[in-house]
């Protein structure tokens, strides 16, 4: 494991709001209505745009991959997504909304030499990603690398950020947490309040059946605030988390990381300023932390 127990979460923190950027921006959401999808909501190009990777994936296994939404929230979009638009156009269309996206926001710096830069040093990382177990990274890592920078770079940290989702769910159950749970645990720290989470799809009684299952395991209060036994098994969460993150941060070294961190900050900075991003989600962007994903 990586000297630096903190590095996996530092480089985790600045570049997963560049990919996560592509659920939020306009131009991401003018490439889903061009190809039918329902634009009224997020969530319908969400899916697409996140399980197109995987093929025509059945509900069944996009429940499995995404983890935390109920199987009825999946079931909404999933695999009405593959009637709308075929996976591979639906990949096609989310190159030219990443590319549109982060022309956008980021300007000049899309051509520039600094990013070139930093989609070098995204793609060593990510080529280094062991995806074995992890279907998500898997999938993205098997696709074709684009030669345009700014879209390698989208590229490398989508496969980064899915490489540390998947073992975040790896975390996740071997801690005991089924889905729901892990949402109201996370609640429980004061990660995000209970109703940030309602896009995950779970009812009221199914969140509260979680409630009292994390209560009885002395993780919640009565009032659904983390004890400190609740405390502790999620800092072991995240804490396997960013131990299982490690690998391709080690491969890209210490002055390497140190680089993508100061190449990649500006850009951070822009999508934090362009105000696309939720200020109170679940992502877990500048939390302390790791996200559910």
């Known amino acids: 494991m990586t000297e630096d127990r903190a590095l996996p979460r530092t480089v985790w923190h600045h570049f997963e709001a560049v990919h996560a950027v592509l659920y939020f921006a306009p131009e991401a959401f003018a490439e889903a209505a061009a190809l ?28 499995a991959a995404f983890y935390s939404f109920s199987p009825d929230t999946v079931a909404r979009y999933i695999p009405a997504a593959w009637s709308t638009a075929d996976p591979a156009k639906v990949l096609e269309a989310r190159w030219r909304a990443v590319d549109r996206t982060y022309r956008a926001l980021f300007g000049a710096q899309v051509d520039g030499p600094e990013l070139a830069e930093l989609a070098r040093l995204a793609r060593t990382a990510a080529e280094a990603a062991v995806t074995a177990g992890r279907p998500l990274a898997a999938a993205n890592a098997a696709l074709d690398w684009p030669e345009e920078p700014h879209l390698a770079l989208w590229h490398a940290v989508t496969i980064l950020r899915e490489h540390r989702g998947d073992g975040h769910l790896a975390a ?43 209560t009885a395991r002395g993780w919640l209060d009565a009032e659904g605030r983390a004890t400190e036994l609740g405390r502790a098994g999620r800092n072991e969460v995240e804490r396997l988390t960013d131990q299982l993150a490690a690998g391709p941060w080690e491969a890209l070294g210490a002055a390497g990381a ?11 900075v822009a999508v934090l300023q362009s105000g696309l991003l939720p200020m109170q989600g679940t992502l877990g962007i500048g939390s302390v932390p790791a996200p559910t994903w």
Request: glycine fraction near 10%.
């Open 36 to 63: 039918g999808y329902d634009v009224e909501s997020r969530w319908p190009s969400y899916f697409a745009w996140r399980a197109a990777p995987l093929g025509a994936a059945s509900r069944e296994l996009v429940t």
């Open 172 to 214: 996740l159950l071997a801690a005991g947490l089924d889905p729901c749970e892990s949402l109201v645990s996370f609640a429980g720290i004061g990660a995000a309040p209970d109703e940030a989470f309602a896009g995950r799809g779970w009812s009221a009684e199914e969140w509260a059946g979680a409630r009292e299952r994390l």
């Open 258 to 268: 140190a680089r993508f961190v100061e190449l990649v900050l500006p850009l951070f």
